[in-house]
């Protein structure tokens, strides 16, 4: 229940909620740019999204693909 003149606030999402970048995830998994690229090509790697013309990762997806391997 809220009280006269108050406004609900709004979470701020946390900075490794947001989606990566090529460059991030491989900054993560400590490898060259060139190899996300390369999985990605061949089917293998963390899941990948395109958005637009970019690349992106979602920091969970690439956390649960390290987890298997």
């Given at each position: 229940?809220?009280?006269?003149?108050?406004?609900?606030?709004?979470?701020?999402?946390?900075?490794?909620?947001?989606?990566?970048?090529?460059?991030?995830?491989?900054a993560y998994?400590?490898?060259?740019?060139?190899?996300?690229?390369?999985?990605?090509?061949?089917?293998?790697?963390?899941?990948?999204?395109?958005?637009?013309?970019?690349?992106?990762?979602?920091?969970?997806?690439?956390?649960?693909?390290?987890?298997?391997?």
């Amino acid at each position: 229940m809220r009280t006269a003149g108050t406004t609900p606030t709004v979470p701020r999402p946390r900075a490794e909620e947001g989606l990566w970048s090529v460059k991030d995830t491989a900054a993560y998994l400590r490898v060259p740019v060139k190899t996300l690229y390369e999985w990605r090509y061949k089917g293998d790697g963390p899941p990948s999204h395109r958005i637009g013309r970019y690349v992106r990762y979602v920091p969970a997806e690439v956390h649960a693909w390290v987890r298997t391997r």
